[in-house]
């Protein structure tokens, strides 16, 4: 396995609307190993292939405290959203910024698991919020889109302070 290189908002990257995977195959299999690996040692708790510059509709979760409920999302789709809820979140793509988002409050989704088999599932609370947040990935938004413009330029001015900061 090998840790991966994620990119850090504000790359254009990140922009990129990813494709679906069309075979779900040994190297896809590795990526996503490599994808948790990356996860888990960032640490994180979701990871979508836009982050680590691979532009596949393929996404990785653990919300479990002992990180041992690995969760793997291929071709994502949201169902159904009802409620709404609002709590702080937080990207490793956009590393010491968090702030408040809106989300449904429970969702239903369908994708393919890590050996390519079909599946729906229900989630709410934290991996509700994560399906949600990492599907967004995919469609090239990221949580910092559901801010106030004046949110987004102090978040712009801190990652720019941080950028010139640890370049000299």
Avoid: W
């Amino acid at each position: 396995m090998a840790i991966l290189d994620i990119l850090l908002y504000p790359d254009e990257r990140l922009r990129t609307v990813a494709k679906p995977v069309d075979t779900v195959d040994k190297d896809l299999q590795k990526f996503l190993d490599d994808m948790f690996e990356t996860m888990y040692k960032a640490p994180g708790i979701g990871l979508a292939a836009t982050q680590v510059n691979m532009h596949k509709r393929a996404v990785v979760i653990d919300v479990s405290e002992d990180k041992n409920e690995p969760l793997v999302l291929i071709n994502p789709e949201i169902l159904t959203k009802e409620g709404k809820i609002t709590g702080e979140e937080g990207c490793l793509s956009i590393p010491g910024i968090y702030d408040n988002v809106s989300r449904a409050e429970r969702i239903t989704f369908q994708a393919l698991d890590r050996d390519g088999n079909p599946y729906e599932m229900e989630a709410d609370g934290l991996l509700g919020v994560c399906v949600q947040h990492e599907v967004d990935h995919l469609d090239g938004k990221m949580f910092v889109d559901y801010l106030s413009a004046m949110k987004r330029r102090k978040i712009n001015k801190k990652i720019q302070k941080n950028t010139l900061r640890t370049s000299n």
